[in-house]
């Protein structure tokens, strides 16, 4: 459905109006904001070369030969995926309200896009949303922890693992219910002091709230070896082509993405119990 001045609040036409108020919308993508690293290609394809087993040195006398073994190499290819959409705004609307119409439109489907970044990050591993990367759910080789909601020894777990697996946990996730059961922990019995750090930092790493990942559902990563491929960065088009016969303005935001984990022991997830 097209967006006519009808079906807009007056405060968006030009008498008078305030600032727009954005109720409960995610300006950026959690995902993003937490430090994934971000690649940038202008190919249709990135390719990334990993080296999954070192050469090999040992100790040597003067005179001794030493030892020739190389390094074991191989890649993976990441393919950015299209995600946007169009929306449609009466001409009488563009020309006539303040702020523009067209911007609103605009800024409305980049956050869309955030969210659609964040669902398949977080809920996507192959199949939950056809045609979008692969998130987190999908990496197979992952770390598995278990723990309980009672301390914070599944957290002690996952970071002293990912350190014995050459990598660092930079960030947890989980939703928020997952979040205030350990928020809940006392400094001791009878105590009212939380044990949590505050800041929603767990262990000196930042908490990054989402309610895409399930209950009692806990991911670590090593944001500096996860991959956000970016092919085509948020891009807002408007044509004045598009609907000539109705005299309507097509707004279409889009973005080719895909996501990449070199390192799948850069992945830890915790099993809370119920």
Do not use: C
């Amino acid at each position: 459905m097209a967006l006519y001045e009808a079906n807009v609040p007056a405060g968006v036409l030009p008498t008078d109006y305030h600032d727009l108020i954005l109720l409960g919308l995610q300006t950026e993508s959690v995902a993003a904001a937490s430090g994934v690293a971000v690649a940038n290609t202008s190919n249709a394809s990135l390719h990334i070369p990993r080296i999954t087993a070192d050469t090999t040195a040992r100790w040597a006398l003067e005179g001794d030969d030493l030892l020739t073994v190389n390094p074991v190499l191989d890649e993976i290819t990441s393919t950015p995926r299209k995600v946007g959409g169009v929306l449609k705004v009466s001409r009488e609307l563009a020309q006539d309200s303040s702020p523009a119409a067209t911007k609103i439109v605009g800024d409305s489907l980049t956050r869309a896009i955030a969210v659609a970044l964040d669902q398949a990050f977080f809920t996507n591993a192959g199949t939950q949303i056809a045609k979008a990367p692969v998130g987190l759910p999908g990496v197979t080789g992952f770390t598995p922890v278990s723990g309980s909601a009672t301390n914070f020894d599944a957290f002690v777990e996952a970071q002293v693992k990912a350190l014995g697996n050459r990598t660092q946990v930079r960030a947890w996730y989980m939703n928020a219910s997952t979040y205030l059961r350990f928020a809940g922990i006392k400094q001791g019995t009878g105590s009212n002091a939380a044990l949590l750090e505050t800041g929603f930092n767990i262990n000196g790493v930042p908490v990054y709230i989402t309610e895409l990942l399930a209950n009692n559902v806990v991911y670590g990563l090593d944001t500096a070896q996860a991959l956000l491929v970016v092919r085509d960065r948020a891009k807002v088009e408007v044509s004045n082509d598009a609907y000539f016969s109705t005299d309507e303005i097509a707004v279409r935001v889009t973005m080719r993405l895909d996501f990449a984990f070199p390192a799948v022991k850069a992945v830890t997830k915790i099993t809370v119990a119920v």
